[in-house]
């Protein structure tokens, strides 16, 4: 079983509902605990409301004590009272494998984490991270220094171990250029840098919550973590290359790539 906290997404491309396809393409049972709704389709999120922390927590409360949580995953978190009150849930209630997916922005550039909760983020959350996996602009905003490159990305990494996230994916797709490379850290390891070339088209949105969703995912079927993010870097990499053409904007990765084959 594995549970994902974060937000909806009602055009079906990334968040809640990116995760639970997710984890259906990997025989996964998935349950969520719903903390956001936003009004978002390819061209954006045109609005969002978050839910109240009480009820995020009794949300987790229901899926730990009856159905069990093997794996979990977090993604967009809104507000610092949220990202405290998803922690201490996470605490108080034993969740295990806890993947953190630092979601700042969406694909379009709109924010949905607030300033101060960057700080909540990095003191409460990454501790409890088994896997954390930002891109570049958010580890350069957990980390406080610009990531331009790849000894700036191993950096990175090393800060973020630092922080008590045992195993750190920092994501290179932002590098620009034909590669898309990712730095693969293990706490008191040496980097390991997964190399692919970047998949040409334009439907990446929800590429992180997929990536995420497949590393919690893999380790709700008993993977180690650094195998699950090996694993998981190639399931995206056919999600990305099968991005379905929706709307008028960015369309969304398809994580049932294997039957669209």
């Known amino acids: 079983m594995a549970l994902t906290i974060a937000g909806s997404d009602s055009g079906g491309g990334a968040g809640v509902v990116a995760d639970l396809k997710t984890f259906e393409a990997h025989g996964v049972w998935g349950t969520c605990a719903l903390v956001a709704v936003t009004a978002q389709n390819t061209l954006g999120v045109q609005g969002f409301d978050a839910l109240s922390p009480e009820l995020v927590r009794r949300q987790i409360d229901s899926v ?52 101060d909760a960057v700080g909540a983020l990095r003191a409460e959350l990454l501790p409890l991270a088994t896997v954390v996996t930002p891109n570049l602009p958010e580890a350069a905003a957990l980390v406080g220094f610009e990531i331009d490159g790849r000894p700036a990305m191993e950096e990175a990494a090393r800060a973020l171990s630092g922080h008590g996230a045992k195993v750190v994916l920092v994501k290179g797709g932002h590098l620009g250029g034909d590669e898309s490379p990712d730095l693969l850290l293990a706490a008191g390891g040496d980097p390991v840098w997964l190399e692919s070339r970047r998949i040409e088209g334009r439907h990446t949105h929800g590429t992180g919550c997929v990536l995420s969703a497949a590393i919690a995912a893999e380790l709700a079927r008993g993977m180690e973590p650094a195998d699950a993010c090996v694993a998981a870097k190639r399931f995206i990499d056919h999600a990305i290359a099968a991005g379905v053409t929706l709307g008028g904007g960015i369309g969304p990765v398809n994580p049932g790539w294997e039957r669209a084959v």
């Open 64 to 115: 730990v004590t009856d159905i069990g949580v093997d794996a979990a995953k977090t993604g967009m978190l809104a507000s610092a009272t949220l990202v405290s009150a998803v922690a201490a849930a996470v605490r108080d209630f034993g969740v295990p494998n806890l993947v953190v997916d630092p979601v700042f922005v969406s694909k379009h550039g709109d924010t949905l984490l607030a300033d």
